[in-house]
């Protein structure tokens, strides 16, 4: 099993469509979570920290279920420039970055 | 620009050429961090300096690689003798702390012919 495991996609979604996306990872030991942003041929920006008690910036929010391994990233009212792999993020002893999951928004 | 910066963004070389990359992390950043990414996949770790001093390598990272980070300012990723399978994008990225998110380079991507 994948230290961190992802659904690859591609998600393609109308504009102002919600759409989810989960990961689950596998040391119960990780103590830090993240979402990156990773355009085509660009280096991953950080979108947002994941918090336990859940975290919103704007149309996104991140939330993370310990108990059963996972965290999740829901992105509201989806714009066109939303399009873009999304890679989920866990911190044990180091970083450990998901495949990613690509999205992108159709008009 | 304050962010992290990498030379050369591209190279290509032959198999079995030396290559150097260069990274320049955030001024205020003393951890440093190398990764490699192929297509279609996330980062995959490759070692780690705090200041100076490399305190991780990864099972990745065979005798062929080696980094430095001389002054615990920037830092090198040499790769000797280069294969084709060493093609793929390296990227750098720096953070304050362990448990930060890392700030990523633009990455070079290597070509080996």
């Known amino acids: 099993r994948k230290e961190v495991e992802q659904d690859p996609g591609p998600f393609n979604v109308p504009e102002g469509a919600t759409v989810a996306f989960n990961c689950t990872y596998s040391n119960s030991a990780s103590q830090s979570f993240f979402w990156y942003r990773q355009d085509c041929r660009k280096e991953p920006k950080l979108l947002m920290s994941v918090y336990s008690s859940g975290n ?18 829901l992105i509201r009212d989806s714009k066109l420039s939303d399009s873009a792999t999304y890679l989920c993020v866990v911190n044990a002893f180091d970083m450990r970055f998901g495949a990613g999951t690509r999205l992108t928004v159709k008009p | 620009d304050t962010g992290v910066s990498q030379d050369p963004r591209h190279k290509i070389t032959k198999r079995g050429q030396n290559v150097t990359f ?3 992390p955030i001024s205020e950043h003393n951890r440093l961090y190398w990764y490699r990414q192929t297509l279609g996949q ?13 305190l991780e390598k990864s099972r990745l990272l065979s005798d062929r690689f080696s980094a430095e980070r001389p002054k615990g300012s920037f830092s090198t990723l040499e790769i000797q003798r280069t294969e ?13 702390d362990r448990g930060g998110g890392r700030f990523f380079g633009p990455g070079t991507r290597l070509t080996v012919l």
């Open chain 1, 56 to 73: 919103e910036d704007g149309r996104f929010t991140a939330q993370l279920n310990r108990a059963s391994q996972y965290i999740s990233l």
């Open chain 2, 22 to 24: 260069r990274c320049d």
């Open chain 2, 42 to 54: 996330g980062p995959e770790f490759l070692t780690y300096f705090q200041n100076e001093a490399q």
């Open chain 2, 84 to 96: 084709q399978g060493d093609s793929a994008m390296y990227l750098c990225a720096s953070s304050l």
